[in-house]
């Protein structure tokens, strides 16, 4: 669906579900780092779009902000996806 607004109750416990995972391990194997995370859906006025969907993004902070980052306004990531899912798979509590 493209808007998070028109989650279920079984969709919205699923969520919660895959969230506290995810957080448990952020936790547990990053050593309880700050993050943000952020919903991004639809506009209002295009809740039934078919070409968008909604998502939840979480990044933790793990460094500080350097040159590159400040004056281009993109983050560099120094995580293969590889390295990040096993990372996932294996750092739970």
């Known amino acids: 669906m493209c808007s998070f607004g028109e989650i279920s109750p079984p969709e919205l416990g699923d969520l919660a579900s895959a969230l506290k995972s995810v957080l448990?391990?952020?936790y547990v194997g990053l050593d309880n780092p700050d993050f943000n995370y952020t919903i991004v859906t639809a506009p209002t006025d295009h809740s039934a779009a078919q070409y968008y969907h909604w998502?939840?993004?979480?990044?933790?902070r793990l460094t500080q902000l350097a040159g590159f980052e400040l004056g281009s306004?993109?983050?560099?990531n120094t995580v293969s996806?590889?390295?990040a899912a096993e990372f996932l798979r294996t750092s739970g509590p």
Do not use: T
């Not at 306004?73 to 560099?76: A, N, P």
């Open 55 to 60: 998502y939840l993004s979480i990044i933790p």
């Open 73 to 76: 306004g993109m983050s560099i």
């Open 81 to 83: 996806p590889e390295s």
């Open 24 to 26: 448990e391990r952020l």
